[in-house]
């Protein structure tokens, strides 16, 4: 069973304004999240983390909200910039173990 | 309905041992991959393969040897293993090669890998 799911695999979104890409989770003992970020012929690099004590985490342009009631975190990027266009994974881990990925979405950032 | 499946999840085992880790997709990608992780964050590529063919062989080792009968498997084999393989190696498929910008990645669950 996919106990991380990113359900948009696209998203395209004009230079400037907020991206916003989605994950949902259906393990509850989650208690550590990341987003990754992938270019075409790397590995995915971490981006930021949150873990399930809190709601937010902020890293420059760069924010991660968690609703542990919805099982579902985001990351939004404001402002977007064409630099961000790649894949972005979500990923989750209960206790530092166990980690499971998302399949990803790949952000197009328009100029 | 498992997409990426590894085995074991778990493997526990002592230095100088020989051992496999195996990898199946049944998503009919075309390309497979094995990422070593060892920290909490990092996520590092060790190799790929295309259709059989290996692709990509970044600085590792050479007791890891990947091994691809087909293209919906590609294992892991270990010889002669130190310490410093402890880490969570996850296996991962895409449709597209490793260039590919449009290429999602479906990762496994990971084997947990100690060595003692």
């Known amino acids: 069973d996919q106990q991380v799911k990113q359900n948009s695999p696209s998203l395209s979104v004009q230079e400037g304004r907020i991206s916003i890409l989605n994950c949902d989770y259906t393990n509850s003992m989650f208690d550590y999240f990341l987003w990754y970020k992938k270019y075409p012929a790397e590995g995915p690099t971490f981006l930021i983390s949150i873990s399930s004590i809190k709601d937010k985490n902020e890293d420059g342009r760069f924010t991660v909200f968690l609703n542990k009631s919805a099982k579902h975190l985001s990351l939004h990027i404001v402002p977007s910039q064409p630099g961000d266009s790649a894949v972005y994974f979500c990923?989750?881990?209960?206790?530092?173990?166990?980690?499971?990925f998302g399949a990803g979405t790949r952000l197009t950032v328009k100029p | 309905d498992t997409a990426v499946s590894q085995t074991p999840k778990y493997l526990v085992t002592q230095m100088g041992n020989d051992k496999s880790i195996k990898c199946e997709q049944n998503l009919g990608h075309d390309t497979m991959y094995w990422y070593k992780q060892d920290s909490k964050k990092f996520l590092k590529i060790m190799f790929s393969y295309n259709n059989k063919e290996l692709i990509i062989n970044e600085t590792v080792p050479n007791r890891f040897s990947p091994k691809s009968p087909d293209k919906a498997h590609l294992n892991l084999h270990i010889n002669s293993l130190e310490l410093g393989d402890s880490a969570v190696y996850f296996c991962?498929?895409?449709?597209?090669?490793?260039?590919?910008?449009?290429?999602?990645?479906?990762f496994g669950d990971g084997t947990r890998l100690s060595i003692l």
């Open positions: 990923a989750a881990s209960a206790f530092g173990n166990d980690m499971r």
């Open positions: 991962a498929s895409s449709q597209g090669g490793w260039g590919n910008a449009n290429s999602l990645q479906h």
